[in-house]
C-alpha cells in the first residue's frame, strides 16, 4: 500500500514558478515509477510527467518540456515537480501517482495509487 499526499500549488503569475513536492508512505515507493499528472475542468486526466526508480529516466508531455523538471528524494520517499516559465493552460489539479512497476508510463491506467491532487492556477 502506498499512500500520496501532495503540496506546493496555488496562485501565480504566467511566467511564475511553482514546486509541487509529492510525499508518500509504504515500502514500496523506491521500487517503483512515479508520475504526474494533471486535469483541467471538464477534460480528461492527462500525463505531465514521469520518472523511474532511481531517477535515471524522465519523461514529459510535449506541452510541459523544457519547463516542467521531475525528480526524486527516495531517502525522503519524495518526488517533485519543479514548474518555471507557466502558463495559464497549466491551471489544472495536479495529481501524484505511483505506477504499478518501474516502467515511466504515460497511461494511468498503469498507476496503482493517486494522491488527492493539488490545485494549481495561473493567471494572465
Known amino acids: 500500500q502506498v499512500q500520496l499526499v501532495e503540496s506546493g500549488g496555488g496562485l501565480v503569475q504566467a511566467g511564475g514558478s511553482l514546486r509541487l513536492s509529492c510525499s508518500a508512505s509504504g515500502r514500496t515507493f523506491s521500487s517503483v515509477a512515479m508520475g504526474w499528472f494533471r486535469q483541467a475542468p471538464g477534460k480528461e486526466r492527462e500525463f505531465v510527467a514521469g520518472i523511474s526508480l532511481r531517477g535515471g529516466t524522465t519523461r514529459y508531455a510535449d506541452s510541459v518540456k523544457g519547463r516542467f523538471t521531475i525528480s526524486r528524494d527516495n531517502a525522503k520517499n519524495t518526488v517533485y515537480l519543479q514548474m518555471s516559465s507557466l502558463k495559464p493552460e497549466d491551471t489544472a489539479v495536479y495529481y501524484c501517482?505511483?505506477?504499478?512497476?518501474?516502467?515511466?508510463?504515460?497511461?494511468?491506467?498503469?498507476?496503482?495509487?493517486w494522491g488527492q491532487g493539488t490545485q494549481v492556477a495561473v493567471s494572465s
Open positions: 501517482a505511483a505506477a504499478s512497476s518501474n516502467s515511466v508510463t504515460t497511461t494511468p491506467g498503469n498507476y496503482n495509487y
